[in-house]
């Protein structure tokens, strides 16, 4: 996989070629994902709509360079402002189609709120924009089951099916996708469960953004409720495109997949319409 060389380490990324008319998309993965964690979704989109694509990894996660920790309480502007312009300009990519999902949809969101470079569209699965107590609660479920994995894991004890070997299984799926399985993990649930973090929001930043949006939430969401996708379908200053996918939990390009990745081309294809086709960027 290709490197990207940046400011604060190496990062590992995919480009797939498309259209140069096109605006390319760019993916932004969530809290505990990377590139691969996309699997084929970005491919396909990409075949279906004939835009160029980059996905690349965050620092702290997959292969790209490690990561200072714990992660500040603002790390998700710092991505959004820092990170994010600068990997951009590297690669020559401009005005995207942000492609964000949770942590990554809200660093679309900030991104697009800063104001000071042309996005042309976001498109948002199972955002996340302020702290609930499910985002807690699931959070906290998931690293109280890998840190039990690693134990049974490192003792040998759990080789069954049943809790123990379910944990066991979550942490050789993390280290499926992540150097550093520890660090990915940790670095990710530490920052959201800190007191610091408690009042996270950035619904206060939503009103600057004006970029066509498209925002689907699974109905089985177990990371956050209705109420994220209706802040930002109110918050908004653009079009907002809303897309409930019925029994679609956090995990959309699992659980729906074949309904996101339609959704989606649907309104990258609104996008490229001409002026007074039905199928216009406002939904």
């Known amino acids: 996989m290709p490197v990207l060389h940046t400011t604060h380490g190496a990062l590992e990324y995919v480009w797939i070629d498309g259209r140069s008319d096109l605006a390319p998309l760019v993916y932004l993965h969530h809290g505990l994902g990377c590139v691969s964690t996309w699997r084929r979704f970005p491919y396909a989109v990409a075949e279906a709509t004939g835009r160029p694509t980059l996905v690349y990894t965050r620092h702290g996660y997959g292969r ?16 959004a402002c820092e990170v994010l312009p600068e990997v951009l300009d590297r690669l020559g990519v401009r005005a995207p189609v942000l492609v964000g999902h949770s942590d990554g949809a809200a660093i679309a969101l900030l991104h697009a709120a800063r104001g000071r470079r042309p996005v042309t569209a976001l ?26 994995g690693a134990a049974a894991y490192a003792s040998g004890a759990a080789r069954a099916p049943g809790a123990d070997g379910d944990a066991v299984l979550l942490r050789r799926k993390v280290a499926m996708f992540h150097e550093d399985p520890d660090a990915a993990l940790h670095g990710w649930s530490d920052v959201w469960l800190s007191p610091t973090f408690r009042g996270w929001s950035i619904e206060d930043r939503l009103p600057r953004v004006t970029a066509p949006t498209l925002v689907m939430g699974g109905t089985a969401d177990e990371f956050a409720t209705p109420a994220q996708v209706a802040a930002i379908e109110r918050g908004l200053a653009g079009p907002v495109r809303r897309v409930d996918l019925p029994d679609g939990d956090h995990l959309l390009l699992h659980s729906a997949r074949l309904e996101s990745r339609a959704a989606l081309v649907d309104f990258l294809t609104g996008l490229d319409a001409p002026a007074g086709d039905a199928r216009s960027a406002r939904p």
């Open 64 to 79: 790209s360079a490690p990561t200072e920790l714990p992660r500040p309480a603002d790390y998700m502007d710092r991505e």
């Open 123 to 148: 498109a948002l699965l199972g955002p996340l924009v302020f702290v609930e107590d499910r985002t807690l609660h699931a959070i906290r479920a998931v690293r109280e089951a890998y840190e039990s």
